[in-house]
Nanobody, 128 residues
Framework: QVQLVESGGGLVQAGGSLRLSCAASGRTFSTYAMAWFRQAPGKEREFVAAISWSGGSTYYVDSVKGRFTISRDTAKNTVYLQMNSLKPEETAVYYC?????????????????????WGQGTQVTVSS
């Protein structure tokens, strides 16, 4: 089992920045990739970004490319999501997720079903 705890959410004005953190504990040695998803009110949970745990390669949904950066600190078992130039429509609960095992590129793992463990989520509110 892997436990994930997100932090760093909050209220920010449009155009502002936030940095989310996700601390992992438990059986992290088998983690292949970690990702961030978000779920806005009344909408389905959607993929935002993923990072491979060992090599650090990354993959982003097109709408956040150039504004969001996913990174990880393997010594701290922590994944980060730096979010810049935030938009009001990006108001959502942001979830961290982890996947055990994998053999394909990160672009193959962008669905909810591709991840085994989930955090409780952290609220991000972007005001206009």
């Amino acid at each position: 089992q892997v436990q994930l705890v997100e932090s760093g959410g909050g209220l920010v004005q449009a155009g502002g920045s936030l940095r989310l953190s996700c601390a992992a504990s438990g059986r992290t040695f088998s983690t292949y990739a970690m990702a961030w998803f978000r779920q806005a009110p009344g909408k389905e949970r959607e993929f935002v970004a993923a990072i491979s745990w060992s090599g650090g390669s990354t993959y982003y949904v097109d709408s956040v490319k150039g504004r969001f950066t996913i990174s990880r600190d393997t010594a701290k078992n922590t994944v980060y999501l730096q979010m810049n130039s935030l938009k009001p429509e990006e108001t959502a609960v942001y979830y961290c997720a982890a996947r055990d095992g994998g053999r394909y590129g990160l672009n193959y793992y962008s669905s909810i079903e591709d991840y085994d463990y989930w955090g409780q989520g952290t609220q991000v509110t972007v005001s206009s």
